[in-house]
C-alpha cells in the first residue's frame, strides 16, 4: 500500500535512497543509473528543471518502470531517507525495525529518473484491480500473504492521478460492488467513506475545488450509484464518472 511519499527539487542530478547518516567520499555515477551501497542506492534524477517524485509503498506498489534495484538495504533506525545527496532536503519514512529491509526501487527514465517507486518488502503476485472493460488500470505486485479488502483495493486504485476517467470509473464500480457485500449495519457509512476517498482525490485533480463543491459532487455520486445495474455496471460508472470530472474541472 501507498505509505509516503515527497516531491523533491534537486540542484544536483542525483537522489539519494536509504540510511539516514550522509555518505562521505561519494563516487560518482558515471553514467549509471544507480549506485548502490549496504545502506543507501544513488539514483540519476532530473535536477533544477522540476521536481522528482518519489512514492513510498509497502507490499504492494505499482508494476510501472524499470527496476533499478531489488536487494537488501541496511536501515540503521528502521527508516528509509529521501533527499538530495548534499543532505538540503530529505524526507524520512519509517519502514519498520532496524536492520536490512528489501526494498525495490523502479523509475520512469534511468539515468534521468523524474518519477521514482520505493516498495518495501515487495512481494510477487500480480493483482488485476477492479476496473472498466474499456477503460483498464495498471496492474500492482504484492505479497503472497496480502489480503486486499475493498477499501485496500480502493487506495490502490486512487494512488495516482494519471488516467483520471479510468481511475475514477473503477472507483465507482467498486464502490457499488463493495456495497453489496457490506452488512446492512455497515453499508452506509462504507459507501460515504469511500465516496469521501473519491472526493479527497478529486481535490487533487483540481486544486480549486472547494469543501462545498466536493460535498455536492460526493452527493451527486452517491445518488447516481443507487440507480447502476449490474449488467450495465461498466458503461454506468463511466458516464457518472466523465461528469463528476466535468463537474470538478469546471
Not at 18 to 44: C, K, W
Not at 195 to 204: A, D, H, K, N
Not at 214 to 242: C, K, N, P, T
Amino acid at each position: 500500500m501507498l505509505i509516503g511519499g515527497a516531491e523533491i527539487y534537486l540542484n544536483h542530478p542525483v537522489i539519494r535512497v536509504g540510511s539516514g547518516e550522509l555518505q562521505e567520499n561519494l563516487t560518482p555515477l558515471g553514467g549509471s543509473p544507480f549506485i548502490a551501497s549496504e545502506g543507501h542506492i544513488r539514483i540519476a534524477a532530473r535536477a533544477q528543471v522540476g521536481l522528482v517524485r518519489v512514492r513510498v509503498w509497502n507490499e504492494a506498489g505499482p508494476i510501472e518502470g524499470v527496476v533499478v534495484f531489488d536487494g537488501p538495504l541496511l536501515l540503521s533506525d528502521g527508516s528509509v531517507y529521501i533527499g538530495d545527496v548534499l543532505g538540503v532536503s530529505r524526507y524520512q519514512q519509517r519502514v519498520g525495525d532496524p536492520g536490512d529491509q528489501r526494498l525495490m526501487v523502479s523509475v520512469d527514465d534511468p539515468g534521468k529518473a523524474s518519477r521514482i517507486n520505493i516498495v518495501v518488502n515487495p512481494g510477487k503476485q500480480e493483482v488485476t484491480l477492479t476496473n472498466s472493460q474499456s477503460h483498464p488500470l495498471p496492474s500492482f505486485l504484492v505479497t503472497e500473504a496480502s489480503t486486499l479488502e475493498s477499501t485496500d483495493k480502493l487506495g490502490l486504485i486512487l494512488s495516482a492521478h494519471d488516467i483520471p476517467l479510468n481511475r475514477l470509473a473503477a472507483a465507482v464500480e467498486l464502490i457499488h460492488l463493495a456495497s453489496r457485500e457490506d452488512g446492512p449495519t455497515r453499508r452506509v457509512p462504507m459507501v460515504e467513506f469511500r465516496i469521501r476517498m473519491v472526493s479527497e482525490w478529486l481535490r487533487w485533480i483540481s486544486p480549486s475545488l472547494s469543501t462545498e463543491k466536493a460535498s455536492s459532487i460526493s452527493s451527486f455520486i452517491s445518488e447516481h450509484l443507487q440507480g447502476i445495474l449490474s449488467d450495465d455496471i461498466d458503461s454506468a460508472s463511466v458516464a457518472i464518472s466523465s461528469e463528476v470530472l466535468r463537474r470538478a474541472t469546471t
